[in-house]
């Protein structure tokens, strides 16, 4: 019977630590899209969004591979307000775009009996 216990402990150690290195993947015709940790981005990139987006919270971060030309997108978010900044392969900034807006469903009316 401990050996089963442990057995289950270790099979469960295994599948957690490989669920928590799964990277999201999103590929379309030429273009993947590879989810990225916040804390691997280049220290360029994590300096410019500290020093100009004071406030804003680091949402999420993605390694955009187009035409064999690499860029990071990084979503950052203050309040109601989300940018997406794109830099280049060597931290370098690019642009900004405006996050789109998450699409909500209305409230459901609940009709009472």
Do not use: C, H, R, W
Not at 30 to 44: A, C, G, N, R
């Amino acid at each position: 019977m401990k050996k089963v216990v442990i057995f289950v402990l270790l099979a469960m150690i295994v599948s957690f630590s490989q669920a928590q290195t799964t990277k999201s993947k999103t590929k379309t015709s030429d273009k993947t899209k590879t989810e990225v940790q916040i804390t691997d981005l280049q220290k360029d990139i994590t300096t410019y969004i500290s020093k100009n987006y004071k406030g804003y919270k680091t949402e999420e971060a993605y390694e955009v591979t187009t035409k064999d030309v690499v860029t990071y997108e990084v979503t950052v978010q203050k309040d109601t307000q989300g940018v997406i900044l794109t830099f280049d392969k060597d931290g370098k900034f690019l642009k900004k775009q405006p996050k789109p807006a998450t699409k909500t469903k209305p409230a459901t009316k609940i009709k009472s009996k």
